[in-house]
């Protein structure tokens, strides 16, 4: 008896046991879901919100400019005259020269998330040049380089003025402005001229010089009143067809009798 009530007492609590297993199982499966959920939703909302360019400048200013010479307002004042920040761009290339399995592969092998490579072009502001390149080459602000490297790269500012001067017009890419609304020529070049053939028999062609119907306020008046009349019809026709939808569903038996609705031309109602 005493046997029988301790394996009667001990399959109850395994059974307890197993129950409370169960809903513990239940609601961790639950809650995982609902973190899987909200994860991939904060993953989507980062990738919509995510700039390639930003986060590889945020990684050219971590590694290339220290701490020391962006600690202040001038600081970055002047960072942001030296380099055209806001049109840096990229290139990235494709995941496969990494060899490695796609981050997304839902996305094309080319995209940043996916690419093996990227390259960051970051321009410097015309006029900058030297200041830049001193900073690029010998992480100086204020003062000069070696001889040696201040005549190469005097050497190469002076070759890019000569070109920009040649191209352009003016070595940094601005003409000098002397006279009121000056007349600013732009120098471009024809890289290449082409023909194309394009079907034009039966095709009308129309050269719209203003989005006005040219009419005075009388015919304005007459047009406006034309409209209206036309929507007054249009209303009385659909009120007709109600009224004799209702009448003949009013009769019960078989009458003759004959119903005008509506009104005849050059006469008042008949009803």
């Known amino acids: 008896m005493d046997q029988t009530a301790d394996d009667a007492a001990y399959n109850a609590l395994v059974a307890g046991y197993l129950t409370d297993l169960q809903e513990w199982q239940d609601r961790r499966d639950e809650a995982l879901a609902a973190a899987e959920t909200a994860g991939d939703e904060f993953e989507a909302r980062l990738r919509a919100g995510f700039s390639p360019v930003n986060e590889m400048v945020s990684q050219i200013v971590e590694a290339h400019f220290p701490a020391s010479v962006r600690d202040e307002a001038w600081e970055i004042d002047f960072w942001h005259r030296v380099f055209d920040w806001e049109r840096a761009s990229f290139v990235a290339y494709p995941g496969w020269w990494s060899g490695g399995d796609a981050r997304a592969p839902e996305r094309d092998p080319g995209d940043f998330v996916n690419a093996s490579w990227a390259k960051l072009y970051l ?149």
Not at 164 to 173: A, N, V, Y
Not at 224 to 241: H, I, M
């Open 123 to 271: 321009p410097v502001r015309a006029g900058m040049e030297l200041t830049a390149l001193r900073w690029i080459f010998g992480k100086v602000v204020a003062t000069s380089l070696a001889p040696q490297v201040e005549h190469e790269l005097a050497a190469f500012v002076d070759e890019l003025t000569t070109y920009r001067t040649g191209h352009l017009g003016t070595g940094d890419e601005m003409p000098e402005l002397t006279t009121e609304c000056q007349d600013v020529p732009e120098r471009v070049y024809c890289l290449a001229k082409w023909t194309e053939l394009m079907p034009t028999d039966g095709t009308h062609l129309e050269v719209v010089q203003g989005a006005t119907t040219a009419a005075d306020a009388v015919t304005a008046k007459e047009i406006s009143d034309a409209e209206a009349l036309r929507a007054a019809l249009l209303d009385g026709e659909v009120q007709t067809n109600r009224l004799r939808t209702r009448a003949y569903d009013q009769m019960t038996e078989p009458a003759d009798v004959g119903i005008h609705l509506g009104a005849a031309s050059g006469s008042g109602p008949v009803v």
